[in-house]
Nanobody, 115 residues
Framework: VQLVESGGGLVQPGGSLRLSCAAS????????MRWFRQAPGKERALVAG????????EYVASVKSRFSISRDNIKNMLYLQMNDLKPEDTAVYYC?????????WGQGTQVTVSS
């Protein structure tokens, strides 16, 4: 099982980034997917979620209308489009695959929002 995040980096406030999470080694299309983030000195927290199928999306209030989660079950990819980034979005971003009691984490990608 492998989840590999990419797309992080340094961006100015108001900028955009698109994070990707490449999945392998499991039936990606059967798993719900989540993006979490962990800022320095804080606990890891949920950012966005998407079910295995269907149109429902969930977002933490602080990113709603700025972030968009999506997935491609053919390419086994998860995405997080982040717009209008703010300094408080600075964190390591992780993807997580969930199926019942199973949960797999990626290694994370750093996002830094600073002028």
């Amino acid at each position: 099982v492998q989840l590999v995040e990419s797309g992080g980096g340094l961006v100015q406030p108001g900028g955009s980034l698109r994070l990707s999470c490449a999945a392998s080694g499991f039936h990606f299309s059967r798993f719900a997917m989540r993006w979490f983030r962990q800022a320095p000195g804080k606990e890891r927290a949920l950012v966005a979620g998407i079910p295995s199928v269907g149109a429902r999306r969930e977002y933490v209030a602080s990113v709603k209308s700025r972030f968009s989660i999506s997935r491609d079950n053919i390419k086994n990819m998860l995405y997080l489009q982040m717009n209008d980034l703010k300094p408080e979005d600075t964190a390591v971003y992780y993807c997580k695959a969930i199926y019942g009691s199973l949960g797999y984490w990626g290694q994370g990608t750093q996002v830094t929002v600073s002028s």
